[in-house]
């Protein structure tokens, strides 16, 4: 069965400053999506940024890019010039397509604090 | 605007008691999903649905019961053989078929309290 841990619990960053979140994942599977979703306060759920796994260019959005290696399972995210409205819960998610149903795996989050 | 609609936002029942927690979507999705965030644990899959009238095992189960009887619908019942049932509940839907591009869609939650 497939796993994603987040080995951090908690991170911490000063505005403006850049912080890398990791991830990593353990699968049998060869084509694969990863994601990573924020959780700010309010709870809702919001997608940060996919990865295919059969895409070698790892993918950006805006501030927001990952650092993917599919070799050594590891998918972790890095937040540019973070901004106050970055603090959230973040959650690595793994989407698995055995038995022909799309399924998200997550690991347990990351809190992020952004000090002014 | 599309999105998905969970209702109440609080939830309180007595030990011993079934709850219903509601989701409605407008996004036209064929797939729906049910998931449980406990701290520390992230989020666990309970149940899901990939088509009106059939639905599936996730990996938390036990203690549940869901129905899809409806497209945009896809209620879950916490039954009182749910051990831990204080949560927080959130429900989510995707297009249905095999892209694995598509995003799953988040509504905004129910926290449960059994007391």
């Known amino acids: 069965a497939q796993t994603v841990t987040q080995s951090q619990p908690e991170m911490s960053v000063q505005e403006a400053e850049t912080v890398t979140l990791s991830c990593t994942y353990d699968?049998?599977?060869?084509?694969?999506?990863l994601f990573w979703y924020k959780q700010p306060p309010s709870r809702q759920m919001i997608l940060v940024i996919r990865?295919?796994?059969?895409?070698?260019q790892n993918a950006t959005e805006n501030r927001f890019s990952v650092n993917f290696q599919k070799a050594a399972k590891s998918f972790s995210l890095k937040i540019s010039d973070s901004q106050l409205g970055d603090a959230a819960m973040y959650f690595c998610?793994?989407?698995?397509?055995?038995?022909?149903?799309?399924?998200?795996?997550f690991g347990a989050g990351t809190r992020l604090a952004v000090h002014p | 605007d599309g999105g998905i609609t969970q209702s109440p936002k609080y939830l309180f029942r007595k030990e011993g008691q079934n709850v219903t927690l509601s989701c409605e979507q407008n996004?036209?999705?064929?797939?729906m999903y049910w998931y449980r965030q406990d701290p520390g644990q992230g989020l666990r899959l309970i149940y899901y649905?990939?088509?009106?009238?059939?639905?599936q095992k996730g990996d938390i189960a036990e203690g549940y019961s869901v129905s899809r009887e409806k497209k945009e619908s896809f209620p879950l019942t916490v039954t009182s053989a749910q051990k831990n049932p204080t949560a927080f509940y959130l429900c989510?839907?995707?297009?249905?078929?095999?892209?694995?591009?598509?995003?799953?869609?988040f509504g905004n939650g129910t926290r449960l309290t059994v007391t």
């Open positions: 989510a839907s995707s297009p249905r078929g095999p892209s694995y591009n598509s995003p799953l869609h």
């Open positions: 699968t049998s599977e060869s084509d694969y999506y």
């Open positions: 990865q295919e796994a059969y895409k070698q």
């Open positions: 998610a793994y989407r698995s397509f055995s038995g022909g149903y799309n399924k998200l795996i």
């Open positions: 996004l036209n999705h064929d797939a």
């Open positions: 649905s990939q088509i009106v009238n059939d639905f």
